[in-house]
């Protein structure tokens, strides 16, 4: 099992910035990728950014060049930085990792949420 722990939502206006963190423990594969999704109220669950174990990152489109996400292999931590927030980024934020082997995924965990809103 994969425990995820997440930290650093909060109240913003728009424009500003925050920074939430996602410290992993349990049993992590070697390899993994680790990544942030979001729910919106009456919307389904999409990916925001995710960030393999070698660094290669994927982010939605309406994210990029705004948010970015990085991770400390040997903290097991994923860390997604939010700047120049808009109203629709207001969400439950979600710490995802999925685990690997060379057959394939493994296993899916997913944090408790924490909640991000941007006042307009």
């Known amino acids: 099992q994969v425990q995820l722990v997440e930290s650093g939502g909060g109240l913003v206006q728009a424009g500003g910035s925050l920074r939430l963190s996602c410290a992993a423990s349990?049993?992590?594969?070697?390899?993994?990728?680790m990544g942030w999704y979001r729910q919106a109220p009456g919307k389904q669950r999409e990916l925001v950014a995710d960030?393999?174990?070698?660094?290669?990152?994927n982010y939605a489109d309406s994210v990029k060049g705004r948010f970015t996400v990085s991770r400390d292999n040997a903290k097991n931590t994923v860390y997604l930085q939010m700047n120049s927030l808009k109203a629709e980024d207001t969400a439950v934020y979600y710490c995802?990792?999925?685990?690997?082997?060379?057959?394939?995924?493994?296993?899916?965990?997913w944090g408790q949420g924490t909640q991000v809103t941007v006042s307009s």
């Open positions: 995802n990792l999925n685990n690997y082997n060379y057959r394939g995924r493994t296993g899916v965990y």
């Open positions: 349990g049993s992590i594969a070697s390899i993994n990728v």
């Open positions: 960030i393999a174990i070698v660094g290669s990152t």
